[in-house]
């Protein structure tokens, strides 16, 4: 696997046509390529700038649930189920007095550009929109899929067998998740480079563009463990975590 | 970036030298490559193997937290902070009636497996022992760093500024995580190849071995949201989520 950034990339405003910007650098892509694209020039090219002054009125908009708050810090699910920091409103790398939101479908905006990306090269190419999440227990931020189109982002292995002949009962690898995580190694937060093209995982990219999107790496109520308030996070973990002496 | 799997490792064997077999199969290595090596491999090299039948009791040994419960599954942390289902404790590609423990201590191993190759090569190499994990919210399962040496494991961008001149104010990316992630894209689960070579980071590659451990990717509890029974994740949390008709 070979991972590098698309350089030379200009500052992206709205109505910019973000595929035609990024084939004009991307060099020579092969069948099988995929871009990782970072939300934030997705999100300048769709206009999604809003001003800084309503930054709290814009989180509150994009949420559908708040999953923990500490002091002005929302931790928010968005309408696409993804859990994140104030639902992805964010400063960086934006004009002085503005935040951008994230992509208003970032499925849809990865299916749009791999569309347009696939004319123009000819070949099979996949296209994940990333951004930076934090997470539970563990410190640092890593990349993960919030869009993607031309490629599986969940590889199920379950029901395959391991080197020893055991059946894997729940290995489903977040590929697109992984790719992401990859795809930040080389781009950076303060360089410039929010795109990377990642070569050798063609096994990931599919024929067609639909319906391959980052929805599929997101967890449903039924098996989410950590829904707040639910059994297993409140009555088990508090009871055993005050047996145990804490919290 | 470039990532590849080393092939041709045999199944490890409880006394095996780790660093030898490695070494002996890794190829041509260059100052400033970062080797990511499966936990299992580690573990079966130091001969961390019980019967299954002894399995819950295992896990129950391991953990010193109990983040959550639901049927059989539980979620713990274990002494070394990291959160995890089933204390890490693992049944794939182990011999039939027996089950995995993770390594004794992995940040230990990694310094030690670190300075047998630096010793063996004469140059600069990080090392990684990784393992995978599920994740709150999100399907699939990604590998992270649970032991790491002679690499920083988290980039602390916290202070420098942006493309835009704007100071960074939280960023720190969890890079161990994510070369773990990397790695686990040419790894991959079911082919019996647990040690890639990531080559391009040297950045994060440092001269001494200590003190990089993947312990710095442990959040601490007065900046954990998700401790269960918290006033976030439950008072505010769970009000909310109430007041939204959950959960």
Same mark, same amino acid.
């Given at each position: 696997m070979t991972v590098w950034a698309v350089e030379g990339l200009p500052e992206i405003h709205p109505g910019d046509d973000l595929a035609q910007l990024i084939a004009d650098r991307a060099g020579e892509l092969q069948d099988g390529d995929i871009l990782a694209v970072t939300s934030k020039i997705v999100s300048k090219a769709e206009g999604r700038i809003v001003q800084a002054a309503d930054r709290e009125d814009a989180i509150t908009a994009e949420a559908?649930?708040?999953v923990a708050t500490r002091g002005t810090t929302r931790i928010v699910q968005n309408r696409w189920g993804q859990v994140m920091a104030a639902a992805g409103v964010d400063a960086s790398? =934006?004009?002085?007095g503005t935040v951008l939101l994230l992509p208003e479908d970032p499925d849809a905006s990865a299916r749009a550009l791999c569309a347009a990306l696939r004319e123009r090269f000819g070949i099979r190419l996949g296209v994940l929109i990333t951004d930076t999440f934090g997470r539970p227990w563990r410190d640092g931020q890593t990349d993960v899929a919030i869009g993607a189109a031309g490629l599986r982002v969940l590889d199920d292995l379950r029901g395959t067998r391991d080197a020893s002949g055991h059946e894997l009962a729940v290995t489903q690898p977040a590929v697109g998740d992984e790719i992401a995580a990859a795809a930040d190694l080389v781009k950076g937060?303060?360089? @410039? =480079?929010p795109v990377a093209v990642v070569r050798g995982? @063609?096994?990931?990219?599919?024929? @067609?563009?639909?319906?391959? @999107?980052?929805?599929?790496?997101i967890r449903s109520a039924d098996t989410d463990?950590?829904?707040?308030?639910?059994t297993e996070a409140w009555d088990e973990g508090y009871r055993a975590g005050l047996e145990a002496g804490g919290p």
């Amino acid at each position: 696997m070979t991972v590098w950034a698309v350089e030379g990339l200009p500052e992206i405003h709205p109505g910019d046509d973000l595929a035609q910007l990024i084939a004009d650098r991307a060099g020579e892509l092969q069948d099988g390529d995929i871009l990782a694209v970072t939300s934030k020039i997705v999100s300048k090219a769709e206009g999604r700038i809003v001003q800084a002054a309503d930054r709290e009125d814009a989180i509150t908009a994009e949420a559908v649930r708040i999953v923990a708050t500490r002091g002005t810090t929302r931790i928010v699910q968005n309408r696409w189920g993804q859990v994140m920091a104030a639902a992805g409103v964010d400063a960086s790398n =934006t004009d002085d007095g503005t935040v951008l939101l994230l992509p208003e479908d970032p499925d849809a905006s990865a299916r749009a550009l791999c569309a347009a990306l696939r004319e123009r090269f000819g070949i099979r190419l996949g296209v994940l929109i990333t951004d930076t999440f934090g997470r539970p227990w563990r410190d640092g931020q890593t990349d993960v899929a919030i869009g993607a189109a031309g490629l599986r982002v969940l590889d199920d292995l379950r029901g395959t067998r391991d080197a020893s002949g055991h059946e894997l009962a729940v290995t489903q690898p977040a590929v697109g998740d992984e790719i992401a995580a990859a795809a930040d190694l080389v781009k950076g937060k303060a360089n @410039g =480079t929010p795109v990377a093209v990642v070569r050798g995982l @063609g096994r990931y990219v599919t024929e @067609g563009i639909d319906p391959h @999107g980052a929805q599929a790496l997101i967890r449903s109520a039924d098996t989410d463990m950590f829904r707040v308030g639910s059994t297993e996070a409140w009555d088990e973990g508090y009871r055993a975590g005050l047996e145990a002496g804490g919290p």
